[in-house]
């Protein structure tokens, strides 16, 4: 034998055999569902005993589209769906028809301020030339909507970089915002996985102000860290005012249930530039705490 070329697979890839099924021969048999090749069949996938295998799914597909687009790390942005551009908030101020509304709309444009901030901050973190092994580091991942995740999004690509969109399913209409790299857009069914892909590669998270959802996802980190469950990255609480309007930390130490190292989990800045070098500080003194190359 003089040629010694081993084939790299003899069974045919689920990809042939999946283009080979659709030209089946037409009878009761092969119309019959239970024909259907198994990652086929809809019907079969969506059986509620297969929620085990789209966890599984929804876990990898996102996984897997990352690495192969050399993604190290992220810069996770959370925030608001309603806080607007400053210009949009103008404008339903001015639309605003009773004290109500106008007194939500007053608090909008005065919040309004953070989309430029994050999308400044994005273009900060979106420079950064990629790592020896040719990975991408603080690439830009946000929740993929309107807003301040737009935001995010936007100020990636101001600098000509990818970004991450992780959308998520809802009972009203949802769509990525169009600064999402469309490559990189995901969408999810499981608030839970969709959140494990936030932090699975985030190095650094930015928490602007925001509602249940980015009180439920900030939290979450918050408990992460505070357990050990993961190692500490930086926590950036973008803007003082209304983090420390809405949610009183202080009264958390006060009445004992949490202690008072643990509000040096997060870090309060307000602008773009306060947020960058916070970041550059962590990691700076964490190499001098341990100048020893990670594993």
Same mark, same amino acid.
């Given at each position: 034998m003089t040629d010694t070329r081993v084939p %790299?697979?003899?069974f045919p890839a689920a990809k042939q055999d999946a283009e080979s099924a659709k030209t089946a021969v037409s009878t009761p048999q092969t119309e019959n569902p239970a024909y259907r090749l198994a990652f086929q069949d809809m019907d079969f996938l969506l059986r509620e005993d297969l929620r085990p295998i789209r966890f599984q799914l929804e876990l990898l597909k996102p996984q897997l589209l990352l690495d192969e687009a050399h993604i190290g790390s992220t810069f996770v942005f959370y925030g608001s769906a309603r806080i607007p551009a400053p210009d949009k908030a103008q404008a339903m101020l001015e639309l605003a028809t009773d004290e109500k509304s106008k007194r939500i709309a007053e608090r909008l444009v005065a919040k309004s301020k953070y989309y430029d901030v994050a999308r400044e901050l994005a273009a900060k973190v979106s420079q950064l030339p990629r790592d020896e092994s040719g990975q991408r580091?603080?690439?830009?991942? %946000? @929740? @993929?909507?309107? %807003?301040?995740?737009? $935001?995010a999004n936007r100020g990636a690509t101001d600098v000509g970089e990818e970004s991450i969109g *992780?959308? +998520?399913v809802l009972p009203h209409e949802q769509a990525p915002n169009p600064y999402v790299t469309p490559s990189l857009s995901f969408q999810f069914h499981y608030f839970a996985l969709r959140k494990m892909h936030f932090l699975l590669h985030a190095r650094a998270? $930015? $928490?602007f102000p925001g509602g249940f959802g980015t009180f439920d996802e900030l939290f979450e #980190? #918050?408990?992460? +860290?505070?357990?050990?469950? +993961? $190692?500490?990255?930086?926590? #950036? *609480?973008? @803007?003082?005012e209304f983090w420390s309007r809405v949610v009183n930390f202080d009264? #958390?130490?006060?009445?004992?249930?949490?202690s008072e190292r643990d509000l040096g989990i997060f870090t309060y800045v307000e602008t773009a530039d306060e947020a960058w070098a916070a970041v550059q500080r962590f990691y700076h003194e964490?190499?001098?705490?341990?100048?020893?190359?990670?594993?």
């Open positions: %790299s697979r003899v580091q603080f690439v830009v991942c %946000s @929740g @993929g909507g309107p %807003s301040i995740m737009e $935001a *992780l959308n +998520i998270l $930015a $928490a #980190l #918050l408990t992460l +860290i505070q357990t050990g469950k +993961i $190692a500490p990255i930086p926590v #950036l *609480l973008v @803007g003082r009264a #958390l130490v006060e009445e004992g249930v949490v964490r190499a001098e705490a341990d100048p020893s190359p990670p594993a």
